[in-house]
């Protein structure tokens, strides 16, 4: 099923592939797939993602997305919150995996990682981004679009750009994943 997403989650959504093809990399690793690099590379490909667009994209969330939904829908709090403490627990396991020494086994905690981001992310995407994109009205996703776009110019360099509505792509991991 495609995902109709709206200009002002866009680039959000498209963080979460990039979570997705992460958790990819560390399945593959765990199943021995034939894809799969080592665990050095995939340690060091999931840091570099997390410190670059991972981490900042929580923050987008915490400081733009959630408090500017929950001004609309005060009584989504509930489930916000346990967003956010999820988020906790995301920066907790990077936290612990950036100073793992190297002589120890990154298995367990790559494990729940992943499968911790890919719970997260399809309950974001399959139930929290549709009620934003459902619930607020035309001139709210505006402003929160532009509310989005100015937090991405200040934090990640990123020049506003103007998109129409768009269907992520029905061959793309976030589809495939949310799928299965
Ligand atoms: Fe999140
Ligand atoms: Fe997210």
Do not use: C
């Not at 997705?20 to 060091?44: F, K, Y």
């Not at 719970?119 to 549709?130: A, F, L, P």
């Not at 009620?131 to 934090?155: C, M």
């Amino acid at each position: 099923m495609p995902i109709n997403r709206h200009p002002a989650l866009i680039k959000l959504s498209q963080d979460h592939h990039e979570f997705l093809v992460a958790a990819q990399n560390i399945r593959w690793l765990m199943d021995g797939d034939e894809r799969a690099t080592n665990a050095g590379d995939v340690v060091e490909s999931l840091l570099k993602f997390w410190n670059q667009g991972g981490e900042l994209h929580l923050r987008e969330e915490e400081e733009v997305a959630y408090p500017f939904y929950l001004q609309h829908v005060p009584l989504a709090k509930k489930e916000i919150d346990a967003l956010k403490t999820d988020h906790m627990w995301l920066r907790d396991k990077f936290e612990e995996l950036t100073h793992m020494p190297h002589f120890e086994n990154t298995t367990p905690l790559l494990r729940s990682l992943g499968e911790y981001m890919v719970s997260h992310i399809r309950y974001e995407e399959q139930v929290i981004y549709e009620k934003i994109q459902d619930t607020l009205d035309e001139s709210a996703l505006e402003e929160l679009a532009a509310k989005s776009a100015a937090f991405r110019q200040e934090h990640r360099g990123e020049e506003p750009v103007h998109e129409t509505k768009v269907k992520l792509p029905t061959t793309g991991l976030l589809t495939l994943k949310l799928d299965d």
